[in-house]
């Protein structure tokens, strides 16, 4: 209802999709329809006659005003004139006056409840659907042992099936892709991928020679023999994981192309990918190497005394382990040699032998100083070299600065700063918590007889971190100072043919001569 400027009253209501419009002098008497115009639309189908009979009767009650009335208001004062027989009416059209009210102001309806879309598989399963062998067989008379002895061969089995289809499927969507769109040069992919091609036949061998062993029950007798004679063939694993430390930081570097990285996310976010990255498929040959002697010792334990199995499984299950500690060792040598190479050494007395004659790295990462310098620590086999990484990379992947002097491991002293100790005083305190708190996860080394070289306090990323470094560290310590001491004590340090020390010192450290001399 709505009150004109010249003080007459407008009455307007909707019936079946058409306005009625009524105009009302003072007195409540009705005048010629004018045009009609549309105020408050009220469309109810079911109570449309009743509506209009209520609205007709209300014009002729209604007191002139000279601004809008609301419906909603009014209807509470059309109570007593209303006969009870209309009251559920005037109810409804009270609802539906406020509903049409409230799509006219600044006040949004009520957002409807949320649509519950219908459950769908997940694009991103990151393990494949697992299946026992139990599930493969309809009955069986088997003991509680023995079917957990075919449990484990058949996960051997099934592990093999998928680390071919990984390979194949890191082959088929990263590398040729790669390669025909130009995102990478054939060097750099071979360089990432090494010679992981050569490990899905090999690995293609050992699941044929399996699924052979499988017999009519589903069920495999004797795995030894086939164990012991295909395991050399995991010497091929050498080659692939030296080459893996510098094949990372090779990624890592092409990652900041932002075609590389904009290829390699959409792979990811890809449902073949199970939310892995690249990395994740190039390191899965690795992971699939150190399960070997575990599960050989699985099938050891649930293969019963009289069994074929008895006699073989002890000597496969030594030259595996014989193997892994073999890719370990060139693994880690091959990783040492790769960082040896990255050092940049600022000063000539820097260049300590203990660096160049170490084999492999106990650990490294990233600590800070007690100034809050990030510093990325080396831990070689024979010395703690800090270093400062640098902004450039080469082909041999990302730089360091040698920070300060090299500490010889004989000669650490090695000191745990508890976290509720001040630690390095309050310049330490301050660069870490702005001298408020106490400082955590820190420890401090220094070196014996060598005045020149000061104390470094160091501040791991938290506990667990810290507690890793202060175990390496240990361990180099010890195993430096024997080495030393059995070195001192051993016949073989007696003086002997200079030649014949000579071809021993290359025989060992011949490699890494060359690639040092090479890349100054």
């Not at 419906?71 to 005037?90: D, E, F, Q």
């Not at 079917?147 to 990984?166: P, S």
């Not at 990323?461 to 030393?484: E, G, P, Y």
């Not at 002997?496 to 450290?509: E, G, K, N, R, T």
């Amino acid at each position: 209802m709505e009150v004109e400027e010249t003080g007459e009253m407008r009455t307007s209501w909707s019936v079946s999709g058409d306005t009625h419009s009524v105009l009302c002098d003072h007195a409540g008497k009705r005048k010629q329809d004018l045009i009609p115009e549309p105020v408050i639309r009220i469309i109810e189908d079911e109570e449309e006659e009743e509506e209009a009979e209520i609205m007709s009767d209300h014009k002729d009650s209604e007191e002139p005003r000279n601004k809008k009335v609301k419906p909603v208001v009014k209807s509470n004062s059309l109570t007593g004139v209303i006969t009870p027989m209309k009251t559920a009416a005037l109810k409804r059209i009270g609802q539906s006056i406020s509903r049409s009210i409230s799509f006219r102001t600044d006040a949004r309806p009520l957002p409807p409840g949320p649509l519950r879309a219908r459950p769908k598989a997940s694009s991103f399963p990151r393990r494949r659907n697992s299946q026992c062998w139990s599930d493969t067989v309809e009955s069986h008379d088997l003991t509680a042992k023995e079917i957990k002895r075919q449990e484990v061969i058949y996960e051997l089995t099934q592990g093999e099936r998928q680390l071919i289809e990984d390979l194949s499927l890191v082959k088929k969507v990263y590398y040729e892709p790669m390669l025909k769109l130009d995102i990478l040069t054939e060097s750099e992919l071979g360089q990432i991928f090494g010679t992981l091609d050569s490990l899905i036949p090999l690995h293609e061998d050992l699941l044929a020679r399996l699924e052979r062993l499988r017999g009519s029950e589903k069920t495999v007798g004797e795995v030894g023999p086939t164990l012991l004679n295909w395991f050399p063939c995991l010497e091929a694993y050498v080659t692939y994981c030296c080459n893996q430390v510098g094949a990372k930081a090779l990624l890592d570097q092409k990652k900041q192309d932002k075609r590389v990285d904009h290829f390699l996310r959409l792979c990811q976010e890809s449902s073949f990918s199970r939310k892995l990255d690249l990395w994740n498929f190039l390191d899965l040959p690795r992971s699939r190497l150190v399960k070997y002697p575990l599960l050989l010792k699985e099938i050891q334990k649930c293969t019963p005394p009289d069994h074929p199995d008895e006699d073989t499984l002890p000597d496969a299950l030594e030259l595996i382990q014989s193997v892994v500690a073999e890719v370990n060792k060139k693994t880690g040598e091959a990783e040492c040699q790769f960082y040896r190479r990255g050092l940049i050494y600022l000063e000539e007395s820097q260049r300590i032998p203990e660096i160049h004659q170490s084999r492999f790295l106990y650990c490294h990462g990233e600590l800070k100083t007690n100034k809050g310098q990030k510093l990325h620590v080396f831990l070689f086999e024979l010395a703690l070299v800090l270093t400062r990484p640098g902004d450039d990379r080469d082909v041999r992947g990302q730089m360091f600065n040698v920070y300060r002097q090299p500490l010889p491991n004989t000669l650490i002293n090695l000191e745990e700063i508890p976290d509720s100790e001040a630690g390095g005083g309050g310049a330490f305190r301050g660069a870490f918590t702005g001298g408020n708190d106490k400082v955590k996860n820190c420890f401090r080394v220094s070196s014996r007889g060598r005045s020149k070289v000061n104390p470094y306090c160091l501040q791991a990323n938290d506990s667990f971190s810290k507690q890793q470094w202060i175990t390496c560290l240990r361990q180099a310590i010890v195993q430096s100072r024997d080495r030393t001491a059995h070195t001192s004590q051993s016949p073989l340090s007696l003086p002997l043919d200079p030649a014949l020390c000579h071809i021993a010192d290359l025989s060992l450290s011949s490699d890494t001569d060359m690639a040092d001399h090479t890349c100054r």
